[in-house]
């Protein structure tokens, strides 16, 4: 799975650090990078199994979620085009002991530098290290305000945010998303869920269909999410 | 605030990095590092208000914990001798965009390393570099722990867990702390933290008194704990 150059040019220019490396360093990356395919639904990295390496996103988008012993899950953070993903090769992080699961929601195109040509990068190179840093920062950013959201925020205000938001992500106001993966990204039940829809559709702010949710008052959702 | 050598000493003996450090940074240290004594319940750090510095726990026990608008509360994590935390210095942190505080749980040495300082060895030095990741990696290890409780574990096994905890800080089985806190310690409300006390009692695994709760059968309460 070489990497082909315009893949390569991408990674270049996405990784701040690419212009504080060594030529050796340099080819080093550019002889064990590689690239591919993910399909929408498909797991891309599985708690401690996993140790692939550094992630970035060139096309489509991932989420990453933690998942308990009975199957509950949340989303914790989602990855979009140029961003990347440290915690794909938590092994070789210390003191990084809880798991995370990462899948594909859309097809998505992601370039990959192997955990070990990484960790050395890390452990030789200051700006590296730096940028380690601004990464596990910026996901520890996310999961402070998932948990605020979760401690803190009602639920039907949670629900109008992740509505309006899934609706940025899939660019339309008519969400193919099941009651079910709802309650998945939100850490809740299905039923409690289809409650707080039913809810929404009888106050005119969604209208509901099979696999899906159409989004009706874009307004009332908003004012709803800025409670 | 100068620093005393015995303090001096137990902070080249705590910071892993020391030894990587040229003669004039570690002067340079030496030089600003300052020593404080917090009282039982002060607050040492207070969201984007503060951005102290490194701090250091010599003696004494700390907690942070975040805050909502209307005065919730959840403790994240505790810090004990020897234990440092970074987010008293967050604004030299890119991507850190919550805001925590830090209280004092007993009367508590603390050790300084100014903001300034600090940020200087960290973009300078690969070694504080790799020390600051391994302490956001910790801290954020600690805040997924939290949320899977949260999100994940039943309220009578976080709370058993919790007073086992608080047990092993104290040393002791009487322990002398309020419902309130209670409830500010794990994100809950005060009535519901009364009435599992209540059933805990009832079931002999506590007794309540005026201002704290003895723990009667740890057995119990530890067998509820890893249910």
Same sequence: chains 1, 2.
């Avoid at 498909?42 to 401690?48: E, M, P, R, T, Y």
């Avoid at 969400?175 to 993966?181: D, F, G, N, V």
Wanted: proline letters at 1%.
């Amino acid at each position: 799975m070489a990497i082909a150059k315009t893949e390569l040019e991408f990674m270049k220019e996405a990784l701040p650090f690419w212009n504080a490396l060594s030529q050796n360093q340099k080819e080093r990356i550019e002889a064990t990078a590689s690239a591919f395919t993910v399909k929408k639904g498909q797991s891309l990295h599985d708690g401690s199994q996993d140790c692939l390496g550094l992630i970035l996103v060139k096309s489509g988008h991932l989420r990453a979620y933690i998942l308990s012993d009975t199957g509950k899950e949340i989303t914790i953070y989602r990855l979009f085009e140029r961003d990347a993903c440290i915690f794909s090769a938590a092994c070789m992080l210390k003191n990084i002991t809880f798991d995370i699961s990462i899948e594909a929601e859309s097809e998505s195109r992601v370039l990959l530098i192997p955990t070990a040509v990484y960790n050395e990068l890390n452990e030789s190179t200051l700006a590296v290290s730096g940028f380690t840093n601004q990464l596990i920062s910026s996901r520890f950013s996310d999961v402070m305000w998932i948990m605020e959201q979760v401690l803190f925020t009602s639920f039907d205000r949670r629900l109008a945010n992740f509505l309006l938001e899934q609706s940025a992500v899939e660019g339309s106001d008519t969400l193919h998303i099941t009651q079910e993966a709802i309650a998945n990204h939100l850490g809740s039940a299905r039923e409690v869920v289809t409650r707080m829809l039913k809810y929404f559709q009888s106050e005119g702010m969604v209208s509901l269909f099979r696999g899906g949710v159409t989004i009706s008052s874009r307004k009332k959702l908003e004012k709803l999410s800025e409670k």
